[in-house]
Each structure stands twice: as structure tokens, then as C-alpha cells.
């Protein structure tokens, strides 16, 4: 078993025996704190102020409303600044959850402490906890602080908390009378965790943060603002944009006044450039498409606490999953009954019952009951006469019971080599006994060995009897694996995702769960396992093709077999139910917790919540994430390619000493065309079916490759020829600007119909809508004369709507192609 040394330095002058600390010497430790596990999270406007502005995009909108504000257009001013009051609303939405998530932690602590001080047992507040304090905890109890057990016979401790796993933990008092420099955990107890049976008695070593739950506690709340990739690539995007955005506007009105069109001029063109070419569609888009992600997986029973997980969601290629409460149900079932011979299958559960109390907090003697209450009810009445309850040394539990009708019957059960031993058999039947644990234990259950024994009339009961018992044969129990999860499972190595299931528990475990939820080796071949002994580095696991399971790891190793994979590229999401998950849930790309049984902590801090808890759930929200991520790479190739010709349209003609392209007018027509359009016709949905597989290019999410980026300038550069050729073309040597304007607005109207219905397939009704939308006030604003003449155009003729048609139908078929590299890289 693994050693855990002692901080002996920190320690004061112990007294002899079972005494506590002096007065004296609890205002020396004083100084070395409080235990304070979970610290006090901060509260008020300033803290979450602060918070806010660290985030680049409220900084970006702040000054990108400036600008427009100084450019005299106060409505998209307004609309920007409107923008950022769901900004400022979601990170104190966040603020107060990080907040509840402290409460979460804090929730599994122990809020007051018996002590003995001063010659006598005290009722204290928990962080008032000293080292080196003598506590007392009783059943049901957290231990309030870590330390060395001292005193205690038949413990049980609940650890799920810190490992994850819901079988009961045995521990055993120190009987030294010198403190050593190390102890195994089996010595150990620690914060966080609960007492089941037994009275103990703990000698304070370690205090808040210096805690196993302090650790956790201190790597859940350690938080970064960084940006994600695909935050960081609009980001840059917009960056660039806006500079060429603003060098342009300056070189336009420079030009323009050198021209000697005269100030208003030189403003009027400046201004309609600066409209035209602010790039403040895409932050706009990108948070409205991840709102429609929110609601989406809401509606998938997958609840999102930060937006940006929706983005990652979908760019998963690896899957790191906590077995107990995720892959499995979390709670002990009986799957298999053994009976010796001459016994039945009933009267075998009833033996066990007699051997566990109804009242324990015992998983296992909660699980025999429940099985026999389900069987057959509760067993007939009985007078309890003796209990000798289960110790590491003795691997055994022992009742002691006067029937109904006056016989006394002592029943045991526990480790079947040791309960094997009671029983005298021979040593082939021994044998044969243990062959079928064995082969038990390797198909993932625990096993235990139950006997009985008639007690003589000059017996006493309360001596417990150490021979003579009588085989009753075998229990197996499993913590069965949830429904649904094998074909989840096979759906997403199917789509190229890898699975890793991380566990506390035995290897052959481990292995058999593994087998049963479809995780294999190359070519079939069985789950390739490898087991973490404690200072293991987890990173070097991945020195080699990583494993499909990975037992006995702790939450640091965890941890660290999460930055080990990050670091070769992947996007890493991890699953889990418990404060033991919390560090992982924090540092993944997507943290997602298990909401039904899911513990407060981990719930508040992972980015998603299954609401109820299936993998299909989950295997469900990367599809669609997916496709949102599908779609937004769509809507800004849209935008992309409708811009260019907007703004080059708008900078170079005048540049060359023409009338303007476009008036303040236009621009808005065109804005009332492409905002919505951008973020309403590539709203479409995840195909049902098989996940759709995951490249490595989309998981480093890159949201364009260099082939598409250059097809995006290649085919935005042929548009923008084409919209200014439609304009000379149209000004013709009479030089009539009102038809050359309406020819290049009406042709990049036709351009904008003609992208979206090629990027979006019109495969959803508002795709269809709009399309339809501005065919139709192209048609009633340009040909009308009377809505033509307000705008400073003249109607098409025959031949100018023959090369509008051609323009459209080109448009759309070079644009399909870029619309299926798009689709197909996923």
C-alpha cells in the first residue's frame, strides 16, 4: 500500500497518550492559520467589473461604437453598446456561479469539530482546526481536516468524494506510540471524506489548502481568461480587417480631397466606406450563433454554463470519461448469487442479511437488503445478540442472532479466503471456490464468501466462533454500466474520437467495464490498460500510443493526462460526477458533468451539464456542436465573400476620381440584407445518424484551411471585378450614374442570394425566406420608379437583368463547391 509521509516539522510537542494540545500550543500553530479549505470567494460590481474587461471583445465593441459614434452613425453606435449589456450580464452570471461553485465545495466539509483541548472535548467551528488538534468523528461525520488515524476499530470511510469510487474504503488506527515519518493510506483520513462505521479518532496533520480537498479546491478555482482559438482567430480577423478598414477610409478621404471633390465629399466617402467595411458583423454573428447553440443543447437536455463550450463541443477528438457515476451507475447492485450445495439462491440472501446490519452506511449491506427487500421482503424477526463488525485484520463481519425459535445462529460474511478458512473444507473444494472468485473478479465484480454457524447452548455469543462454520457460498456485486453507453461509445470511435476511461479502481475492473462498453485495442484486440502507482507521471502513459484505460489514477494524474494530450493536439473533453473531477472539468477544452447524480461542485464548474446524464446526450451535443460550428464557418465564408466586392467597391471607384458606388442609403439596404442573412440561412441541423467523423485540422480549430482562405479571396476578388465592371459597364460614355448604381447595388444583391443559396443549400426555411426576401426588394425597389427615384437609381432594362441572371447562376455554381470543402471538412 502507498506511503503518505507526515509533516513532522510542523508539528508541536505532542503530549503522551489520547490527549489534545494546550492552549499554549494552539496559539502557536495559530500562526500557521486557519483551515480555511474552501476560501471565501469575493463579491460586488467592482470584482465583477474587472472581470468583464479582461475579456478582448467587450473591449473591441467599446471602441468599435466609438468610432461610429464619431462618424455621426449613432444607430449602429447604439446597437454595439446595446451589445455588450448580454456580455456584462453573462460574466456575472458566471461571477456568481464561480461563487456557488465554491459553496459546492464547501458543501462536503465538515462545518464543526469535537476536539480535546486543554484536558477536555470541545464543540469548535471546523477552521478553527489546528495541526496537530486530537478530533473525534462519529458515523455519518466528514473528517474535518486530514490526518493519522489514532483510535478506531472497524472503520469504513466514504472517499468517493476525492476518488471517485463508491465502494467503502477500510481504515485501521496507528498503534505506535512515536508518530512515524510515513504512513500508508490505510492510516490515513482526509477532509472531504465521510465515516461509516466506526468511532474514530484523528490526529490533525494537515490544514486547508494543505489538504487533499484543499488541492482540489485550489486547481478547480485557479481560473484563466484565455481566449479560445476559434475566439482568437475572429479576433485576429477582425483585427486585420479593421485596420485595413480604417487606412482605407483615410486614404479614400486623403484622395478625394487631393481630387478637389471639397470636404463633404471626402467625409461622405470616408463614412460610407467606414460602414461598409467595419467588420462588426462577425463578433455580432459569433455570439448569435452560439446563443442558438445554448438553446439548442438545452434542448438536448445538455445544459451550457459558458457559451464558448459550444464552440469546442463540436471540434472534440478525444474523450477522457470517469467510469464510476459516468460510464457506470455509481451504486452497487447484486448480479450474481453462488449457493453451495444443499442451499438455495434465497436462502443464501438471507444468510448475507443476517451477516449485514439494516442501518450500516455500507454500500454493500445497503445493496443485500435492498435485494432481498426486492425478493421477498424483510427478514423475519430476530434478537440480535453479538456484532463483530469487519476490520482490515480480520476481513470478516460477524452477527451473532436468536432466532424465533430459540436457536442462536452466527453468520459471516466478508473476503471469501478468509471466510473459506472458518469453514474446514477440503482443499479441493477450496480450490474450486476460489477458481469461481477468480473468474468473478475478472468479469469486474466484487466478491464476498458468506457462512453460518449453530451455536451450542454453553457457547457464549458475546466470543465470536473461529471455526466450524458452514459454506453458504457466493455474492458478486457490480456497479452496472449505464444504459446506453456501449453504443455512444461505438458512435464515437466510429467518428475517430478517442476514449479514455480514468478510474480509482482495480485494473481487472477497470478492464472488465472497458470490455463491456466497447473500448478495444487495435484491431479488436482487448483494452489495452495501464495501471498509475501514486508519483506516476501520467504524461508518460502518452510516450506511446495511449491507453484505453488508465486505473488507480488521482485527480493530479488526471489532470496531467489531460495537459499531456492537449499538448499533442487534441481537444480534449472530460467527463465526470465528483469533486475528485473537478481539476480535470476546469482545465479541459469541455469540462461535462453529470447533472442527476453529479456532485454541486463539479456541476457548477464544468461548462456543460448533462441534465440526464446519458451519453447519448452527450455523443447528441457534439453533433451539435458540429454542426455549429459547420454552420459558423458558413456564415462568415458568407460574409467574407460579400464584403469584398462591398468594400473594394466602395474604396477603389472612388479613388479613381468616380462618382461613389454605393451611398450612406445603400449601405443600409445592404446591411438589412446581409446581417440577417449571415445569421439566420445557415441555421441548419445535425444530420441523423452516425456522428460525423472529425479531422485533425478542424480539432486544432483552425477555422479555415489555407486552400479555403484562397478560395475565399479568389472567388471574393472574381465578385468584386465583376461588381465594378457591372458599374463602368452601366456608366457607359453618358456617364449615367443613378443605372450604373443600380446595375453594381442590384448585381451585389444577386451575388449576396446567390452565396447564400449555394453555402446553405436552402435547406432550411429561413435560408429560403431570405433568398426569396431579397430577390423580391431588388425587383420592388429598383424597377419601381417611384422607390427607385428615392434611392437614386433607374430601373434595369432587359439586357441588364440577362447579366444579372448569369451572374447569379455562375455565382452559385462556383460557390458550391467551396460549400462542400466547407461541409466535408469537419
Avoid at 465521510?194 to 486547508?208: D, E, K, P, W, Y
Avoid at 445592404?670 to 445569421?679: D, N
Avoid at 443549400?761 to 422607390?787: F, K, Y
Wanted: include cysteine; charged fraction near 20%.
Amino acid at each position: 500500500m502507498s506511503q503518505r509521509p507526515l509533516p513532522l516539522d510542523q508539528l508541536p510537542p505532542l503530549p503522551p497518550g489520547a490527549q489534545g494540545l494546550d492552549a499554549a500550543q494552539v496559539q502557536a500553530q495559530r500562526a500557521r492559520g486557519f483551515n480555511d479549505i474552501v476560501a471565501r470567494s469575493g463579491s460586488g460590481w467592482r470584482e465583477v467589473l474587472a472581470d468583464s474587461l479582461r475579456d478582448p471583445m467587450v473591449w473591441f465593441l467599446l471602441l468599435t461604437a466609438g468610432l461610429f459614434g464619431l462618424l455621426g452613425q449613432r444607430a449602429e453606435a447604439l446597437t454595439l453598446l446595446a451589445a455588450l449589456l448580454p456580455l456584462l450580464g453573462m460574466d456575472a452570471y458566471l461571477h456568481r456561479r464561480t461563487r456557488a461553485s465554491s459553496a459546492g465545495l464547501a458543501s462536503r466539509l465538515a462545518s464543526t469539530a469535537r476536539v480535546h483541548r486543554a484536558g477536555s472535548w470541545q464543540e469548535l467551528p471546523a477552521r478553527e482546526l489546528v495541526v496537530g488538534d486530537l478530533v473525534e468523528v462519529v458515523p455519518g461525520e466528514y473528517f474535518p481536516a486530514d490526518g493519522l488515524l489514532v483510535g478506531g476499530t472497524g472503520l469504513q470511510v466514504d472517499e468517493s468524494t476525492l476518488t471517485g469510487e463508491s465502494l467503502p474504503v477500510p481504515k485501521r488506527a496507528f498503534e505506535g506510540a512515536a508518530l512515524p515519518a510515513s504512513a500508508d493510506e490505510a492510516l490515513w483520513a482526509s477532509a472531504g471524506t465521510r465515516l461509516l462505521t466506526g468511532s474514530a479518532r484523528l490526529r490533525v496533520l494537515c490544514i486547508g489548502a494543505d489538504t487533499l480537498y484543499g488541492e482540489i479546491v485550489r486547481s478547480a478555482t485557479e481560473g484563466s481568461h484565455a481566449a479560445t482559438p476559434l475566439q482568437q482567430a475572429i479576433g485576429e480577423l477582425v483585427r486585420v480587417l479593421l485596420v485595413l478598414a480604417l487606412l482605407l477610409c483615410a486614404l479614400l478621404a486623403g484622395l478625394r480631397l487631393w481630387q478637389g471633390h471639397g470636404w463633404v465629399d471626402a467625409l461622405l466617402s470616408a463614412v460610407t466606406l467606414a460602414v461598409a467595411a467595419l467588420p462588426e458583423e462577425f463578433p455580432v454573428v459569433y455570439t448569435f450563433f452560439l446563443g442558438v447553440g445554448v438553446f439548442r443543447l438545452a434542448r438536448r437536455k445538455a445544459l451550457v454554463r459558458r457559451a464558448v463550450a459550444v464552440e469546442n463541443i463540436g471540434r472534440v477528438s478525444c474523450l477522457v470519461s470517469d467510469k464510476t457515476g459516468t460510464l457506470t451507475a455509481g451504486s452497487l447492485v447484486l448480479a450474481h448469487r453462488v449457493p453451495a450445495a444443499g442451499r438455495g439462491e434465497a436462502e443464501l440472501l438471507e444468510l448475507a442479511c443476517r451477516a449485514a446490519r439494516a442501518d450500516s452506511g455500507d454500500p454493500l449491506d445497503q445493496a443485500l437488503h435492498q435485494a432481498l427487500q426486492q425478493a421477498q421482503g424483510p427478514l423475519p424477526a430476530a434478537e440480535k445478540l453479538a456484532d463483530f463488525p469487519f476490520t482490515e485484520a480480520r476481513r470478516r463481519e460477524t452477527l451473532v442472532w436468536r432466532l424465533a425459535d430459540g436457536r442462536r445462529l452466527a453468520c459471516t460474511k466478508g473476503a471469501p479466503e478468509t471466510v473459506l478458512d472458518l469453514c474446514g473444507l477440503s482443499p479441493a473444494e477450496r480450490t474450486a471456490w476460489l477458481a469461481q472468485v477468480e473468474a468473478l473478479a475478472r468479469d469486474g465484480h466484487k466478491v464476498i464468501a458468506c457462512a453460518q454457524r449453530a451455536l451450542a447452548a454453553e457457547e457464549d455469543a458475546a466470543t465470536e466462533a473461529t471455526a466450524g462454520f458452514r459454506f453458504g457460498g457466493l455474492l458478486a456485486f457490480e456497479d452496472p454500466v449505464r444504459e446506453g453507453v456501449p453504443a455512444a461509445v461505438a458512435e464515437c470511435l466510429a467518428a475517430g474520437m478517442r476514449v479514455i476511461m480514468v478510474t480509482g479502481d482495480h485494473p481487472a475492473t477497470a478492464a472488465a467495464v472497458a470490455r463491456e462498453i466497447g473500448l478495444e485495442g487495435p484491431d479488436g484486440s482487448a483494452p489495452r490498460v495501464r495501471v498509475l502507482a501514486p508519483g506516476d507521471d501520467a504524461a508518460a502513459l502518452l510516450a506511446s500510443e495511449p491507453p484505453d484505460v488508465v486505473a488507480r489514477a488521482t485527480p493530479a494524474q488526471k489532470v496531467a493526462l489531460v495537459q499531456a494530450l492537449q499538448a499533442r493536439g487534441e481537444r480534449v473533453a472530460v467527463t465526470g460526477d465528483g469533486v475528485n473531477d473537478v481539476p480535470a472539468l476546469r482545465l479541459a477544452d469541455v469540462g461535462v458533468a453529470m447533472g442527476e447524480r453529479g456532485t454541486r461542485s463539479a456541476r457548477e464548474v464544468a461548462p456543460v451539464v448533462l441534465l440526464d446524464d446519458r451519453f447519448r446526450t452527450l455523443v447528441d451535443a457534439v453533433a451539435e456542436g458540429r454542426q455549429l460550428f459547420q454552420n459558423l464557418r458558413l456564415a462568415f465564408a458568407y460574409l467574407l465573400l460579400v464584403h469584398l466586392p462591398l468594400v473594394l467597391g466602395a474604396a477603389l471607384l472612388p479613388m479613381l476620381g468616380l462618382p461613389l458606388l454605393f451611398l450612406p442609403i445603400h449601405i443600409v439596404w445592404l446591411e438589412l440584407v446581409i446581417h440577417p442573412t449571415a445569421m439566420l440561412a445557415f441555421q441548419d441541423l445535425p444530420r441523423p445518424g452516425a456522428l460525423a467523423p472529425v479531422s485533425p485540422a478542424a480539432a486544432r480549430a483552425r477555422f479555415f484551411t489555407a486552400p479555403v482562405w484562397w478560395r475565399i479571396g479568389l472567388l471574393g476578388g472574381l465578385l468584386s471585378l465583376a461588381v465594378i465592371g457591372s458599374y463602368l459597364h452601366a456608366l457607359g460614355a453618358d456617364h449615367n450614374v443613378p443605372h450604373a448604381r443600380a446595375m453594381a447595388l442590384s448585381l451585389l444583391l444577386l451575388l449576396s442570394a446567390a452565396l447564400a443559396t449555394a453555402l446553405s443549400g436552402l435547406r432550411q426555411p429561413s435560408a429560403r425566406w431570405l433568398v426569396a426576401g431579397t430577390l423580391a426588394s431588388v425587383l420592388a425597389l429598383v424597377q419601381w420608379p417611384t422607390s427607385s427615384g428615392l434611392l437614386g437609381l433607374n430601373p434595369l432594362h432587359g439586357a441588364d437583368w440577362a447579366l444579372l441572371g448569369a451572374a447569379f447562376a455562375l455565382t452559385a455554381l462556383a460557390t458550391r463547391a467551396l460549400g462542400r470543402r466547407l461541409r466535408d471538412s469537419h
